[in-house]
């Protein structure tokens, strides 16, 4: 397998025509050669990427040419570069000035590139600044660094300072797809402005981006490949996101929200890029300003498209929402409510109620709903008939509507004071009868055409709109009813002589099935009733209850008999416990396996009068000890 280099040494500039994007500084250090009118110190300042170190180089090997050396000739001998992040010292630097005065062997000038030069300590910079103001006129001194500000001021003053900017998405898109053209990779427009725009203006690292995703993608490299591998929020997802507010369409918007923090995006970079998007957007309502985007031709017209579907005036309130939003992010406790609430008041600004209000409000619920498919009560009951054989209906058992009163007292006349007749099992289901579960009834929704229709629904019409009922009754989800167990409930009338031992009856059966509550009898310590105790205290400290579990451990119980006594100094304390009372004594009653235990509280008055827990009672307490304090409130008219 042979050597691979990356892209970024591969595709190195070796002349200054080949330096993308720094046009004024290579035009100037090309006339500075020509005319012999270059400085003996030099300082390249910039971003991390943009062509520093190797605009020296170049620099460097240029000054040499006399034109009589080979084409390829780069000079290595007169070259020395230096890393000051690791020789930062005074030492190095005096090693680095003993250097400078031996002559070049080849070639008239010997270049030092400093790089990362404000890595230099102090005492380092002032042992270079003679050498760097007056230096051999053979040396010439390129110092590098991306922290100008870092270096001392008697150093900036000594050398011509070129601040190299950052590579602009176009020309980092161009010099990539030359690169792409020479790999022989066919890549879109859009996949490389994608690539050129997450490099941030650095070209190495837009090199790196490029080697990373054509490892990924292969030969075809696609805008869907680079936003998969990169995991960047693209245009595409901001368009239908824009889309989704425009027509108001909450429920999918938090939908597609969700969609997005899922894929691991942040929500602080979703709307910030919202908001990006926005004004894009507003960019692109003129023609001529829509050369402010930075992307590719066929992009610029999705965006005037889109861009046509909104006015100035949704925009500009889009912009202030989502910025809002934005600032707010990172001092937000629930920062997904906040992007949240930020997107349904954007989906809010174009809905209809909103032109009449001046506040801003959110779509109701209501609205949503209104697109549901709605059947009428008459299409139902027709449904509701024909669903089922007549001769062979089907019921559904539900419990008695406790509203409705029993036929025996609607129609008084109609009772018997005196019946034989036993009370009816009318309420009991039949044989015959059919429960049906959600699965039985989307089942008999499905197989509509085998069941037996009434004669009275024979015309034409009637079947047509039972057939639109079922269809759209089919499209929606079948909703579970809850099928209750059947309780076995006899009619007693209230009337007769014979009902009062009937009634005692069926509560004596009821009163059988009820749960019998175990009854434990177990002996125990005091002893036992006081670790228990503590056990109940150390629960209530795990769940974050640190006041009452204090209370608990402010008194020991004692034990008599099967009582449990617990005496107070205040009532507060009392009630708190008492509000805990419940929860405590099941917990003793089944860690001491005894149901007889019972709690008993008291309040000692006397220890409660020890203690001072209101202003006034606070003031008394002072004013028995100092009786002067009762004649220094009434001075200064003070109150308690």
Same mark, same amino acid.
């Given at each position: 397998?042979?050597?691979?280099?990356?892209?970024?040494?591969?595709?190195?500039?070796?002349?200054?025509?080949?330096?993308?994007?720094?046009?004024?500084?290579?035009?100037?250090?090309?006339?500075?050669?020509?005319?012999?009118?270059?400085?003996?110190?030099?300082?390249?300042?910039?971003?991390?990427?943009?062509?520093?170190?190797?605009?020296?180089?170049?620099?460097?090997?240029?000054?040499?040419?006399?034109?009589?050396?080979?084409?390829?000739?780069?000079?290595?001998?007169?070259?020395?570069?230096?890393?000051?992040?690791?020789?930062?010292?005074?030492?190095?630097?005096?090693?680095?000035?003993?250097?400078?005065?031996?002559?070049?062997?080849?070639?008239?000038?010997?270049?030092?590139?400093?790089?990362?030069?404000?890595?230099?300590?102090?005492?380092?910079?002032?042992?270079?600044?003679?050498?760097?103001?007056?230096?051999?006129?053979?040396?010439?001194?390129?110092?590098?660094?991306?922290?100008?500000?870092?270096?001392?001021?008697?150093?900036?003053?000594?050398?011509?300072?070129?601040?190299?900017?950052?590579?602009?998405?176009?020309?980092?898109?161009?010099?990539?797809?030359?690169?792409?053209?020479?790999?022989?990779?066919?890549?879109?427009?859009?996949?490389?402005?994608?690539?050129?725009?997450?490099?941030?203006?650095?070209?190495?690292?837009?090199?790196?981006?490029?080697?990373?995703?054509?490892?990924?993608?292969?030969?075809?490299?696609?805008?869907?490949?680079?936003?998969?591998?990169?995991?960047?929020?693209?245009?595409?997802?901001?368009?239908?996101?824009?889309?989704?507010?425009?027509?108001?369409?909450?429920?999918?918007?938090?939908?597609?929200?969700?969609?997005?923090?899922?894929?691991?995006?942040?929500?602080?970079?979703?709307?910030?890029?919202?908001?990006?998007?926005?004004?894009?957007?507003?960019?692109?309502?003129?023609?001529?300003?829509?050369?402010?985007?930075?992307?590719?031709?066929?992009?610029?017209?999705?965006?005037?498209?889109?861009?046509?579907?909104?006015?100035?005036?949704?925009?500009?309130?889009?912009?202030?929402?989502?910025?809002?939003?934005?600032?707010?992010?990172?001092?937000?406790?629930?920062?997904?409510?906040?992007?949240?609430?930020?997107?349904?008041?954007?989906?809010?600004?174009?809905?209809?109620?909103?032109?009449?209000?001046?506040?801003?409000?959110?779509?109701?619920?209501?609205?949503?709903?209104?697109?549901?498919?709605?059947?009428?009560?008459?299409?139902?009951?027709?449904?509701?008939?024909?669903?089922?054989? #007549?001769?062979?209906? =089907?019921?559904?058992? %539900? *419990?008695?509507? &406790? @509203?409705?009163?029993?036929?025996?007292?609607? !129609?008084? +006349?109609?009772?018997?004071?005196?019946?034989?007749?036993?009370?009816?099992?009318?309420?009991?289901?039949?044989?015959?009868?059919?429960?049906?579960?959600?699965?039985?009834? #989307?089942?008999?929704? =499905?197989?509509?055409? %085998? *069941?037996?229709? &009434? @004669?009275?629904?024979?015309?034409?019409?009637? !079947?047509? +709109?039972?057939?639109?009922?079922?269809?759209?009754?089919?499209?929606?989800?079948?909703?579970?009813?809850?099928?209750?167990?059947?309780?076995?409930?006899?009619?007693?009338?209230?009337?007769?002589?014979?009902?009062?031992?009937?009634?005692?009856?069926?509560?004596?059966?009821?009163?059988?099935?009820?749960?019998? +509550?175990?009854?434990?009898?177990?002996?125990?310590?005091?002893?036992?009733?006081?670790?228990?105790?503590?056990?109940?205290?150390?629960?209530?400290?795990?769940?974050?209850?640190?006041?009452?579990?204090?209370?608990?451990?402010?008194?020991?119980?004692?034990?008599?008999?099967?009582?449990?006594?617990?005496?107070?100094?205040?009532?507060?304390?009392?009630?708190?416990?008492?509000?805990?009372?419940?929860?405590?004594?099941?917990?003793?009653?089944?860690?001491?396996?005894?149901?007889?235990?019972?709690?008993?509280?008291?309040?000692?008055?006397?220890?409660?009068?020890?203690?001072?827990?209101?202003?006034?009672?606070?003031?008394?307490?002072?004013?028995?000890?100092?009786?002067?304090?009762?004649?220094?409130?009434?001075?200064?008219?003070?109150?308690?």
């Amino acid at each position: 397998m042979e050597h691979f280099v990356v892209s970024a040494r591969k595709y190195r500039p070796q002349t200054f025509k080949d330096v993308v994007g720094q046009q004024a500084i290579t035009n100037t250090l090309a006339n500075a050669i020509h005319n012999n009118h270059l400085a003996q110190a030099l300082l390249f300042t910039g971003p991390r990427g943009v062509g520093k170190t190797t605009c020296a180089r170049i620099l460097a090997k240029m000054i040499n040419h006399d034109g009589t050396q080979a084409p390829d000739e780069d000079f290595a001998f007169n070259i020395f570069e230096l890393d000051a992040a690791s020789n930062n010292s005074v030492d190095d630097i005096r090693n680095l000035i003993d250097q400078v005065r031996i002559p070049p062997q080849v070639g008239k000038y010997k270049v030092y590139i400093i790089d990362e030069v404000h890595m230099l300590s102090a005492s380092a910079f002032n042992a270079f600044l003679k050498t760097l103001e007056e230096p051999p006129k053979h040396a010439i001194f390129i110092l590098a660094t991306t922290e100008k500000h870092k270096i001392i001021p008697t150093i900036l003053s000594r050398c011509q300072i070129f601040d190299f900017k950052r590579i602009t998405v176009t020309d980092a898109k161009n010099y990539l797809g030359y690169i792409a053209e020479q790999e022989g990779v066919k890549a879109e427009d859009d996949a490389l402005h994608i690539i050129a725009q997450k490099a941030d203006g650095a070209m190495r690292d837009a090199l790196s981006i490029y080697d990373r995703v054509v490892s990924f993608s292969g030969n075809e490299l696609t805008r869907q490949a680079v936003t998969e591998n990169l995991n960047v929020l693209d245009y595409d997802t901001y368009m239908q996101v824009t889309d989704m507010i425009l027509a108001n369409d909450i429920p999918q918007l938090l939908l597609k929200f969700n969609d997005i923090l899922s894929t691991g995006f942040d929500g602080h970079h979703f709307i910030a890029g919202l908001a990006s998007h926005f004004r894009d957007l507003l960019v692109c309502k003129d023609q001529k300003t829509i050369q402010l985007l930075e992307v590719g031709e066929q992009t610029k017209s999705r965006y005037f498209e889109q861009s046509q579907q909104t006015s100035h005036q949704f925009l500009m309130e889009a912009i202030e929402l989502a910025n809002s939003c934005d600032l707010k992010y990172k001092m937000s406790q629930n920062q997904r409510l906040l992007v949240e609430l930020c997107l349904m008041q954007l989906a809010s600004i174009t809905f209809d109620t909103q032109k009449k209000k001046s506040d801003r409000n959110i779509v109701p619920p209501e609205h949503f709903a209104q697109h549901s498919v709605q059947i009428s009560n008459e299409k139902k009951e027709l449904l509701r008939e024909n669903e089922h054989d #007549s001769s062979n209906p =089907a019921e559904e058992i %539900s *419990l008695p509507d &406790p @509203k409705k009163a029993p036929e025996s007292c609607a !129609k008084p +006349e109609e009772a018997s004071y005196y019946s034989n007749e036993s009370p009816s099992d009318s309420t009991e289901t039949s044989a015959d009868t059919k429960i049906y579960t959600p699965e039985t009834r #989307s089942e008999a929704v =499905a197989n509509q055409d %085998s *069941l037996n229709l &009434p @004669k009275q629904t024979s015309n034409a019409t009637e !079947k047509t +709109e039972v057939q639109e009922v079922r269809e759209v009754i089919e499209e929606e989800p079948v909703r579970t009813k809850k099928i209750l167990p059947k309780i076995n409930r006899e009619k007693v009338s209230g009337l007769s002589l014979k009902s009062i031992g009937k009634k005692k009856e069926l509560a004596e059966k009821q009163k059988a099935m009820l749960p019998v +509550e175990e009854v434990m009898d177990d002996e125990f310590s005091e002893e036992d009733m006081v670790r228990e105790w503590k056990n109940y205290s150390e629960k209530l400290k795990n769940k974050g209850e640190k006041i009452l579990a204090s209370i608990f451990e402010s008194q020991t119980p004692s034990l008599e008999n099967r009582d449990i006594h617990l005496t107070f100094p205040n009532e507060t304390m009392k009630i708190d416990l008492e509000r805990e009372e419940n929860r405590l004594m099941n917990f003793l009653k089944a860690r001491l396996r005894n149901t007889h235990i019972r709690l008993i509280i008291h309040v000692d008055e006397a220890v409660s009068k020890k203690y001072a827990f209101t202003p006034q009672e606070k003031y008394e307490k002072l004013k028995e000890a100092n009786p002067l304090l009762d004649k220094l409130r009434a001075t200064f008219d003070l109150d308690v």
